[in-house]
Nanobody, 126 residues
Framework: QVQLVESGGGSVQPGGSLRLSCAAS????????MGWFRQAPGKEREGVAT?????????LYADSVKGRFTIYYDNAKNTLYLEMNSLKPEDTAVYYC??????????????????WGQGTQVTVSS
């Protein structure tokens, strides 16, 4: 049973940056994607970014975060990261780490995730 522990959320002003971390309790197989999802109040959970660690670590991003967010994985630390820059108020949400996920940020892709982190709050406000 893989356990995912997230950290790095918080409050930041628009234009600011945060880095989220997701430490896995054990080695996570690379045959599936890992990713980050988010859920704002009153909205459905949505895909933010995924990474497929085989073959060079191909990544997918939601259009809303392209060019601002970067997902990457540190194999030595079994840790997934999400670097978030140029944050906007609409990025405010609870962010969840996911393992054994589809390599997709399409609507409802969150339904196919096997393991979830506990979630970490990100608030972007002036």
């Amino acid at each position: 049973q893989v356990q995912l522990v997230e950290s790095g959320g918080g409050s930041v002003q628009p234009g600011g940056s945060l880095r989220l971390s997701c430490a896995a309790s054990e080695y996570v197989g690379s045959e599936h994607c890992m990713g980050w999802f988010r859920q704002a109040p009153g909205k459905e959970r949505e895909g933010v970014a995924t990474i497929y660690r085989r073959g060079g670590g191909s990544t997918l991003y939601a259009d809303s975060v392209k060019g601002r967010f970067t997902i990457y994985y540190d194999n030595a630390k079994n840790t997934l990261y999400l670097e978030m820059n140029s944050l906007k108020p609409e990025d405010t949400a609870v962010y969840y780490c996911a393992a054994e996920a589809l390599c997709s940020v399409a609507p409802n892709s969150w339904k196919w995730v096997k393991y979830w982190g506990q979630g970490t709050q990100v608030t972007v406000s002036s």
